[in-house]
T-cell receptor
Framework: ETGVTQTPRHLVMGMTNKKSLKCEQHLGHNAMYWYKQSAKKPLELMFVYNFKEQTENNSVPSRFSPECPNSSHLFLHLHTLQPEDSALYLC??????????????FGSGTQLSVL | GQNIDQPTEMTATEGAIVQINCTYQTSGFNGLFWYQQHAGEAPTFLSYNVLDGLEEKGRFSSFLSRSKGYSYLLLKELQMKDSASYLCAVRDNDYKLSFGAGTTVTVRA
């Protein structure tokens, strides 16, 4: 148990579907992150939220829409995805996304397959 | 952009030592992290280096040379449970974290 819980663990969706990924952290952290992990590629930062405010959007296509209702919950809403969006989507949290070194705590991820 | 290189795969025998190298070229430097990720699981923090030298933590050690843009993770007395992917990550001047593609270590009996 890492303190960061992601659901669902696996998701298969068609290109016309709409689905949402959920992340919850039980660590009292103030920053939450979405990362994309594709096979044999580096983790790609997608979004950062610090104290519920989005502080980073790493040129992510609009078919990915994040939502952070409070410091403990983070969602990633998906619509009209492409097959190349198939990947492992990891959520992470840290105490604060501000300056200073920050250790990330990751969830186990959602393995997404787009057909 | 940021460039972080590490070998794709390494294989070693149980009880042996393995050294995973990481070289980086980033816009500034504010620390280097190593994470371990078992298949199907979350990456977990292993070590952090911000000054040159060796940081030892049990069977795992991490070394940093900022002038060479180089780090390594040393795994000693390898155990089967050490089979995993090891991710090198560097924080740049803007405190953004960039990851390498990871090194898959396979420990054989």
């Amino acid at each position: 148990e890492t303190g960061v819980t992601q659901t669902p663990r696996h998701l298969v969706m068609g290109m016309t579907n709409k689905k949402s990924l959920k992340c919850e952290q039980h660590l009292g952290h103030n920053a939450m992150y979405w990362y994309k992990q594709s096979a044999k590629k580096p983790l790609e930062l997608m979004f950062v939220y610090n104290f519920k405010e989005q502080t980073e959007n790493n040129s992510v296509p609009s078919r990915f829409s994040p939502e952070c209702p409070n410091s403990s919950h983070l969602f990633l809403h998906l619509h009209t995805l492409q097959p190349e969006d198939s990947a492992l989507y990891l959520c992470a949290s840290s105490q604060d996304a501000g300056q200073g070194w920050e250790k990330l705590f990751f969830g186990s991820g959602t393995q997404l397959s787009v057909l | 952009g940021q460039n972080i290189d590490q070998p794709t795969e390494m294989t070693a025998t149980e009880g042996a030592i393995v050294q995973i190298n990481c070289t980086y070229q980033t816009s500034g430097f504010n620390g280097l992290f190593w994470y371990q990720q078992h298949a199907g699981e979350a990456p977990t923090f292993l070590s952090y280096n911000v000054l040159d030298g060796l940081e030892e933590k049990g069977r795992f050690s991490s070394f940093l040379s900022r002038s060479k843009g180089y780090s390594y993770l040393l795994l000693k007395e390898l155990q089967m449970k050490d089979s995993a992917s090891y991710l090198c990550a560097v924080r740049d001047n803007d405190y953004k974290l960039s990851f390498g593609a990871g090194t898959t270590v396979t420990v054989r009996a």
